[in-house]
T-cell receptor, first 117, second 114 residues
Framework: GAVVSQHPSWVICKSGTSVKIECRSL??????MFWYRQFPKQSLMLMAT?????????EQGVEKDKFLINHASLTLSTLTVTSAHPEDSSFYIC?????????????FGDGTRLSIL | AQTVTQSQPEMSVQEAETVTLSCTYD???????LFWYKQPPSRQMILVIR??????QNATENRFSVNFQKAAKSFSLKISDSQLGDTAMYFC???????????FGKGTSLLVTP
């Protein structure tokens, strides 16, 4: 089945550090990937939609200069949390839509636990 | 904007029993997709079942089935013969169309007890 790889799975770093999270579709091409954030005991909230070859679309309240998204190829989208602070600590998860699967569900990565000290 | 409501924050069921998780949504769209996802403690998102709004027949996947009431905008999940491994958070999700993001409810924490 379709597989989405997300890396790293867990990262702990100091406040002020920038952290890059990768989301790869391993066996399909994804023109669109989605980035969600999930705080403890809460639901997944869409942060942004990543479109291959164009700028990402951010949801209201999400700072585009803080959460940089790059989708340079049909199989890779990256989310960079710039100058991360403790309040950015969360679970970040991506999903990808198969370019050729109009009626197919999105496929999720396994998520990244980000802890900022 | 579409909203998804799960009114049961927590539920408990005994092993081998049946449990129903409720979900309602609000939309002005006529064609859309609905999903139930399972999130165990590992936090992996596992697709349980999906339903296309244009299909009248309720979706079924082994022990999991849905009761889709389009007019009432209701999409409940029934788990039959509950197993200990069903213990997880369950999220109901709405998707406007293929290529759009998922809009999740707040989730229902299900505990299956021996």
């Amino acid at each position: 089945g379709a597989v989405v790889s997300q890396h790293p799975s867990w990262v702990i770093c100091k406040s002020g550090t920038s952290v890059k999270i990768e989301c790869r579709s391993l066996d399909f091409q994804a023109t669109t990937m989605f980035w969600y954030r999930q705080f403890p005991k809460q639901s997944l909230m869409l942060m942004a939609t990543s479109n291959e070859g164009s700028k990402a679309t951010y949801e209201q309240g999400v700072e585009k200069d803080k959460f940089l998204i790059n989708h340079a190829s049909l199989t890779l989208s990256t989310l960079t949390v710039t100058s991360a602070h403790p309040e950015d600590s969360s679970f970040y998860i991506c999903s990808a839509k198969n370019r050729g699967g109009e009626n197919q569900p999105q496929h999720f990565g396994d998520g990244t636990r980000l802890s900022i000290l | 904007a579409q909203t998804v409501t799960q009114s049961q924050p927590e539920m408990s069921v005994q092993e081998a029993e049946t449990v129903t998780l409720s979900c309602t949504y609000d939309t002005s769209e006529n064609n859309y997709y609905l999903f139930w996802y399972k999130q165990p403690p590992s936090r992996q998102m596992i697709l349980v079942i999906r339903q296309e709004a244009y299909k009248q027949q309720n979706a079924t996947e082994n022990r999991f089935s849905v009761n889709f009431q389009k007019a009432a905008k209701s999409f409940s999940l029934k788990i039959s013969d509950s197993q200990l491994g069903d213990t997880a958070m369950y999220f109901c999700a709405f998707m406007k169309d293929s290529g759009y993001a998922l809009n999740f409810g707040k989730g229902t924490s299900l505990l299956v007890t021996p």
